[in-house]
């Protein structure tokens, strides 16, 4: 394996800037504290209709869209921006929840038994923060308020 030497790696930034141009500016990261409580706040009822979403992946083998309902979308919505959070697997947690609860209402592509199978290793393993590890920024602990900010900000970015 070769790897690549500092004026290699600069010249590839280089031209990604190039192509991305001034217009790419990354999201700015949501707080772990939120992402957290989305996650506690949402993750028994998100999981249990994933799983039954799951099961019937099994058994059919195939994809199916049901109707959106304002409760998924008040799931997603809030998983999304609880993904862009700085605790990395905080963050694959709520972005994969997200992803899964966006195929039942979008439907899927892929393998259906394989989508089943990522539902299942999402919902057996139960997150624990380090909170030393976790990151405040600018969330004040208005639910609401920082949830409306963020979806904003997500939709605009």
Not at 42 to 61: C, D, H, M, P, W
Request: charged residues 25%; glycine residues 6%.
């Amino acid at each position: 394996m070769a790897f690549r030497t500092d004026a290699q790696l600069t010249e590839e930034l280089a031209v990604l800037d190039a192509l991305l141009g001034d217009e790419y500016v990354p999201f700015s990261p949501t707080s772990d504290y939120f992402a957290y409580e989305v996650y506690e706040r949402y993750r028994s009822e998100a999981n249990q209709f994933l799983l039954g979403y799951a099961g019937i992946l099994v058994k059919t083998g195939r994809y199916f869209d049901i109707d959106e309902t304002p409760k998924l979308r008040e799931w997603i919505d809030a998983f999304e921006v609880a993904g862009t959070c700085h605790d990395v697997l905080l963050a694959c947690t709520c972005g994969m929840t997200a992803y899964h609860l966006k195929q039942a209402i979008q439907g899927g592509t892929g393998s259906a038994i394989a989508s089943a199978a990522t539902i299942l290793s999402i919902v057996k393993e139960t997150y624990r923060p380090f909170e030393e590890e976790m990151e405040l920024l600018d969330y004040s602990g208005d639910y609401d308020a920082y949830l409306t900010q963020k979806m904003e900000e997500y939709k605009q970015w």
